[in-house]
């Protein structure tokens, strides 16, 4: 369990850094889609940074959870959106996994 995210995520950075040394095109390739994936338009930055965060929970990746928090207090979004906005990732996790359990029974009915 990460006791200390700020820590963590300095060590994220540190860690992509290198890699980024070792594949240069590898990451620029990231950061261009990031950048336009976040730039404002319709959507403003704290919006993204809440919808990144809800992929982050529901891919269950600590080092963008870590980023895309930051990115969202930054942004200006406060502890009570970013805990609605979970609600809507976590309605999203359950409905997948009712659809997949409607996919087991499925299977199931198939062995008969």
């Known amino acids: 369990m990460i006791k200390d995210w700020n820590e963590y995520r300095d060590s994220l950075i540190a860690a992509t850094k290198r890699l980024a040394s070792l594949n240069p095109d590898l990451w620029a390739g990231y950061r261009a889609m990031g950048q336009l994936a976040t730039k404002p338009g319709k959507l403003d930055r704290k919006t993204h940074e809440l919808i990144a965060i809800g992929v982050a929970i529901t891919l269950r990746c600590e080092g963008c959870i870590s980023a895309h928090v930051h990115g969202a207090k930054q942004a200006g979004a406060t502890e ?21 359990s409607a996919h087991a029974i499925e299977a199931f009915e198939n062995l008969k």
């Open 80 to 100: 009570e959106e970013i805990a609605e906005a979970m609600g809507a990732a976590a309605m999203v996790n359950t409905g997948a996994a009712l659809v997949y």
